[in-house]
């Protein structure tokens, strides 16, 4: 038995394992929204162009060394030093076609998965996020109400968020939705998302921020309109408005060890926490 069919098994295995783990990692490789699925499909097509360079390699190389090796002497290495022209515009001609084909898809990719652009739908649901230190806050301003550590969306309709940082720079990720993007202090981001289904979905910082970045996660539920609508009165209706004190509590470094929901928010929290990076004196002086 050649060393080939020896170690082709535990190859298959290798490859076998690394797909199944993208399968049940909560990547966009199990889209449950627009904009994943596009990021998915976009990938596969970067990856297919890029094996028409790298495919050649991985066979051509190890041909190369089994032929030509030692131990073989009816294959003698007698090379004719001499300019090849159809081996020069093979060698030349895939990579660049592979370049224009790319530049073409990912130009055109940059500008349909821009984030700051508002997805299709009615019943747009606006939601402000805040990065903390450990934890997120979601303030709902139509709704009046806020959570941290969970994120409640309607399935089917488009979701606009506003995002900044009460600290350091954070990354904001529900990658089954797609789309990373930064949370900066006294500057405010958007990402659009919708969710295709209801489900709970992983999200998380994934930019390194101290000693609880590994804890900062949360869920984001997607449910139906009645269960939205439900939940929001359900908030409504508790005892616990997120004022002054409480923020001050929220924003010191700690991980929560559950969702944390609040009845009422102030209608300018979020421009106040921009503004208070952005205008320091005056919000010192109360202006």
Not at 124 to 139: E, P
Not at 153 to 174: C, K, N, W, Y
Request: glycine share 8%; net charge positive; proline share 6%.
């Amino acid at each position: 038995q050649s060393a080939g069919a020896r170690f082709r098994p535990i190859f298959a295995l290798l490859i076998a394992g690394t797909l199944a783990g993208c399968a049940a990692s909560p990547s966009f490789f199990r889209a449950a929204g627009p904009v994943a699925a596009e990021q998915r499909e976009l990938f596969w097509i970067v990856n297919l162009l890029l094996l028409a360079v790298v495919l050649p390699v991985f066979i051509g190389l190890p041909y190369v060394l089994w032929r030509y090796r030692r131990g073989n002497i009816d294959s003698t290495y007698q090379p004719k030093w001499t300019f090849n022209t159809k081996l020069e515009f093979f060698i030349w001609g895939v990579p660049i076609a592979v370049v224009l084909a790319l530049s073409v898809i990912l130009w055109h990719a940059t500008h349909q998965l821009d984030p700051y652009k508002r997805i299709d739908g009615q019943g747009q649901v606006t939601v402000q996020v805040v990065g903390l230190d450990w934890k997120w806050l979601f303030i709902y301003p139509d709704q009046h109400i806020a959570t941290v550590n969970k994120l409640v969306v309607p399935a089917g309709r488009p979701v606009h968020l506003e995002l900044t940082s009460d600290t350091v720079m954070q990354s904001f990720f529900i990658p089954q939705f797609g789309s990373q993007i930064y949370a900066m202090a006294g500057m405010r981001t958007q990402l659009n998302l919708k969710a295709d289904r209801p489900g709970v979905y992983l999200g998380e910082n994934t930019q390194y921020n101290g000693n609880g970045f590994h804890r900062q996660n949360f869920r984001t539920y997607a449910v139906s309109d009645a269960q939205f609508d439900a939940w929001v009165k359900q908030v409504q209706s508790g005892s616990q408005p997120l004022n002054a004190a409480r923020y001050a509590a929220l924003s010191k470094q700690s991980v929560p060890e559950h969702p944390i929901e609040f009845s009422s928010v102030p209608s300018q929290l979020f421009a106040h926490i921009i503004g208070k990076y952005l205008y320091p004196k005056q919000q010192q002086e109360g202006g």
